[in-house]
């Protein structure tokens, strides 16, 4: 069965660095999406991008954030300036049509850890 | 205010015995309902979802949700407990008349499941 995947699944870094999450959805699906869990409390949407842009976009989604399908296969999650409560669980997710009632699938997660 | 709400943050049953894990909803329109599983290191799964027609909804791994709408809930049940259906339990919600499907998730309930 097809899944999403992504990398790395544990990403360690300084304040004020730059990270990149990286996510491969899966291949027939064309709407994708960010979703973050800090530790201890809800799953939280980021974003949702379909046609290489973005659809909605949440008030956590601020200009240190951004989202990129570089190739076919690939979904990233940028973050600038990382701050300490950018740590958290970051899970891609892909859908295949967009509607309401779509499933959408997602990554085992990429943990970010900011020091 | 709009919400989504699982009441028990921690479950334990023993196994052989049934379950039931509660969602409420507070949104003015019925949102399309789905429960989500996640088994430590891997991402979220459905396990069903619910918009429209019989309120008794089948799902994967031997779950089954009731919606009812004088309650605004969507309560998960399966008769029989498994060991391997310990994980974490979330009910989560696409609101009616958004601008996408973006998921709305509750807090969640971590099911033990003892011997």
């Known amino acids: 069965e097809p899944e999403v995947t992504q990398t790395p699944s544990h990403q360690v870094t300084q304040m004020g660095q730059e990270v990149i999450l990286r996510c491969v959805p899966i291949?027939?699906?064309?709407?994708f999406y960010w979703y973050r869990q800090i530790l201890g409390q809800k799953v939280e949407f980021l974003v949702s991008?379909?046609?290489?842009?973005?659809?909605?976009k949440s008030e956590i989604f601020d200009d240190r954030f951004s989202v990129e399908r570089p190739d076919g296969s690939n979904f990233t999650l940028k973050i600038r300036s990382t701050k300490l409560e950018d740590s958290a669980m970051y899970f891609c997710?892909?859908?295949?049509?967009?509607?309401?009632?779509?499933?959408?699938?997602f990554g085992p997660g990429t943990r970010l850890t900011v020091l | 205010a709009q919400s989504v709400t699982q009441p028990d943050i921690h479950i334990t049953v023993s196994e052989g015995a049934s379950l039931e894990l509660r969602c409420n909803y507070s949104?003015?329109?019925?949102?399309?309902l789905f429960w989500y599983v996640q088994s430590p290191g891997q991402g979220l799964q459905l396990l069903l979802k619910?918009?429209?027609?019989?309120?008794l909804v089948q799902g994967i791994k031997g779950f089954e949700a009731e919606f009812k709408r004088s309650q605004s809930s969507f309560n998960l049940r399966k008769p029989s407990v498994h060991w391997s259906d310990a994980a974490e339990y979330f009910c989560?919600?696409?609101?009616?008349?958004?601008?996408?499907?973006?998921?709305?998730f509750g807090t969640g309930t971590l099911l033990a499941v003892q011997p």
């Open positions: 949104y003015g329109a019925t949102p399309y």
């Open positions: 619910y918009f429209s027609g019989d309120t």
């Open positions: 291949s027939n699906h064309l709407y």
């Open positions: 991008f379909y046609n290489n842009e973005i659809s909605e």
């Open positions: 989560a919600v696409v609101p009616y008349g958004g601008a996408t499907n973006k998921l709305i």
């Open positions: 997710a892909s859908g295949r049509t967009g509607a309401f009632t779509d499933t959408q699938y």
